[in-house]
């Protein structure tokens, strides 16, 4: 290999970059601005607490216009101004996938697998980047980046590291076997870099002291493709002129190396920090998504290596302490450059928990996820309030949450608090159920009617592809969505809204898609043949989107993603109808925002008479009263009556207003509040009280 090449991989890697970047920072007094020892939900909620988030690939953009362009109009972001749209997210952007020789190879996880610190070209440039945060500034909102501490794909990075070049080996959990165990490995294939390891062979490199052994569990497994977490390198000639095979730790895909957060050379700590600098002091961005942070510790144990939770450690029975450690080292050194974190994990709720304590200003709701699914499937809030319980229970407060509607991802059914909690007891519906069986109830819940019944909805391994249009229609048994009356269609747009009002009157922050704005549909299978054949269905999901209406002559975006069904349509045409979703969405955020509702405080979840009722009682801030959001999720009319007193000490009730339609209640009864909810209807009540 030449040295002229040599030369080219270290410059375009990461861990060379990132010496660059930190010397914008260090010996700066930009470094000591702005507390970072402790998270501040509240003051990242002030900062923006509406969020869009993107997906790039699913983004429709005209004719040679790139995403960052199409999201640099004006027009748009007047439009998100009056919707009430604070901030954007935007996923991942920098170049992601491999090289092989000179040239890049494209991404195999939807950007997920970055390689550079560089804006991959198709999604348009830093100037265009750092033209949308000044436009997004004028529109009184802000731009979301994205972290990802756990990996990278196989770039520069890793090929360097294969090549044991410099302390570039040090970023990976990646091993060096000794030729006298070759005959361990199994053979790469013709035109393949690496093989998955069987676990047989998994525990005998563990047995001649490799490799910690395997995990916990195997994401994405799959016989003959990925049956552990492990792959071989094929022979690579190092720059020393030794030939080697490495063994590599991967959590996700084979071509997304897992960094290693505990070597001496600290090169995956030094790569992350300078991504951060790059995104918060170059490119304008202000919040940080960490993704998979849960991920960032492994080490050697009895059985299967402790990388999650373990409860032979009863300190950290849900998380490995690096994983804790190297979260809270990354959400402070944001903070302490004037930016906030939030962290996408998907863990136990008392997990969640502890990575919040010193970590990120804020966690993805994945408390909530499920059981909102599970009440629109089932017309039933139980389950729903169970877990908003046990949010109470580990004192995670609704306002240190993202409640969203669609992301990138499915919709997951892992419910991971029951996995981390198997033998504990839940009562659910006045029967005690152990954790693992309530789980095994709840998931065969929704995939009995979601899941077999309608074929739009793909399962995967965590959860259902869909978008949360298809799971409305499949709770009213439209078994073909893509025909259907316009009746059915309203009925679909109604229980969105549900999903919409659960999650935007709660405290905190509140994001949704495009997918939820234009009312996407799953796109059918068929449709997708070419991306999910390595089985990962989410591409369903991933539909493609076109916002303003002013690309109608596209039927894919520019990454081949077909265009999804719409049933609302772009926003220019919704906001000419009261009663779209859009519109209607623009007035629960007029609502959200006159009342502060994203720094409230959530008191209670009242028990209901009516098993599809859920009911949320929150204090706002600056005495503004009291708030109840009130949501039937049957499709039948019911009553149910509140004893505000029992909730709220020493109140008494001045005025009682339905804000939704600005009609005042009757407030004549000195405990009682009661709620005739119609099916599948919504109420916001401001209680203005005398104390």
């Known amino acids: 290999m030449s040295n002229d090449y040599i030369r080219w991989l270290e410059k375009q890697s990461m861990l060379y970059q990132s010496k660059y970047e930190s010397r914008k920072v260090s010996g700066s007094n930009m470094q000591w601005k702005y507390p970072y020892g402790l998270p501040i939900p509240k003051t990242a909620c002030l900062e923006a607490s509406v969020w869009f988030t993107a997906y790039p690939a699913s983004t429709i953009t005209c004719e040679d216009e790139t995403f960052l362009q199409a999201f640099g109009h004006k027009e748009l972001w007047k439009i998100f101004k009056e919707i ?11 170049r992601a996938g491999g090289i092989s020789g000179y040239e890049y190879t494209p991404s195999i996880d939807g950007g997920f697998d970055r390689i550079s610190y560089e804006i991959d070209p198709a999604f ?4 265009d980047f750092i033209k949308m945060v000044k436009i997004a500034k004028e529109n009184e909102s802000v731009i979301i980046d994205d972290l990802i501490p756990g990996h990278t794909g196989k770039g520069a990075d890793f090929l360097l590291a294969t090549l044991k070049f410099k302390d570039y080996p040090g970023m990976y959990h990646m091993v060096e076997i000794s030729k006298n165990d070759w005959d361990l490995l199994p053979e790469v294939r013709n035109g393949e870099e690496s093989i998955n390891l069987p676990k047989d062979v998994v525990e005998k490199l563990k047995n001649k002291g490799y490799i910690v052994g395997e995990l916990q569990r195997v994401i994405f497994q799959e016989n003959g493709v990925k049956e552990s977490n492990w792959d071989a390198t094929k022979p690579v000639l190092g720059i020393d002129g030794m030939e080697r095979r490495w063994v590599y730790l991967h959590y996700f895909k084979s071509g997304q190396p897992t960094l290693n957060w505990l070597d001496p050379s600290f090169a995956a700590n030094r790569m992350i920090s300078g991504e951060i600098i790059k995104s918060l002091k170059t490119l304008g961005a202000k919040i940080l998504r960490l993704d998979a942070n849960g991920f960032l510790g492994v080490e050697i144990d009895s059985d299967a290596a402790w990388s999650e939770g373990n409860p032979i450690h009863q300190e950290y029975p849900h998380s490995h302490p690096l994983s804790v450690i190297a979260s809270n080292t990354i959400a402070m050194l944001v903070r302490k450059l004037g930016g906030f974190t939030f962290q996408e994990l998907n863990l136990s709720v008392d997990a969640i928990k502890s990575f919040s304590y010193l970590g990120a200003d804020l966690s993805y709701d994945f408390i909530t996820r499920t059981a909102y699914v599970h009440a629109i499937i089932t017309k039933d809030t139980e389950f729903l309030r169970l877990m908003l319980g046990l949010m109470h229970k580990y004192g995670i407060k609704p306002n240190s949450l993202i409640h969203a509607l669609q992301n990138h991802d499915e919709m997951t059914l892992e419910l991971v608090h029951f996995c981390a909690h198997p033998d504990d007891f839940f009562v659910y519906h006045g029967e005690k159920y152990k954790g693992r069986n309530l789980r095994k109830k709840i998931t065969g819940d929704v995939l009995k009617i979601a899941g077999n019944q309608t074929p739009y909805n793909l399962k ?3 959860g259902l592809c869909t978008t949360v249009p298809g799971i409305c229609a499949a709770a009213i048994g439209i ?14 747009k109604k229980m969105h809204l549900l999903a919409l009002t659960f999650n935007a009157m709660q405290p905190g922050v509140f994001a949704l898609s495009g997918w939820d704005l234009v009312g996407a549909l799953p796109l059918p299978v068929e449709s997708v043949r070419d991306l999910i054949g390595d089985k990962d269905y989410r591409w369903v999901n991933r539909g493609a989107y076109d916002l303003m ?12 993603i077909p265009k999804a069904h719409s049933l609302y349509g772009s926003l220019p045409h919704q906001l000419k109808d009261q009663n779209s979703f859009v519109s209607q969405l623009k007035k629960l955020l007029i609502l959200r925002k006159n009342y502060k509702i994203s720094l ?7 028990n209901v008479e009516n098993p599809s009722v859920l009911i949320m009682v929150h204090v706002l801030s600056d005495n503004l009263g009291i708030e109840i959001t009130a949501l039937n999720f049957g499709d039948f009319a019911v009553r149910e009556e509140i004893d505000i007193t029992k909730i709220c000490q020493n109140i008494k009730i001045y005025k009682i207003i339905n804000l939704l339609d600005g009609t005042e209640e009757d407030s004549s009864m ?6 005739n909810l119609k099916a599948f209807e919504r109420k916001i009540i401001l209680i203005i009280n005398s104390i």
């Open 84 to 94: 009430g749209i604070e901030a954007l997210h935007t996923g991942p952007l920098r």
């Open 670 to 675: 000195e405990s009682d509040i009661v709620l």
């Open 479 to 492: 078994k073909d969505p893509y025909n259907i009356t316009s009746e059915k269609k309203n009925l679909i």
């Open 600 to 606: 409230a405080d959530q008191i209670a979840i009242p």
């Open 549 to 560: 209406g002013v690309c109608n002559e596209e039927n894919k975006s520019k990454f081949g």
């Open 124 to 127: 348009g440039g830093e100037v």
């Open 460 to 462: 995967s391994g965590n």
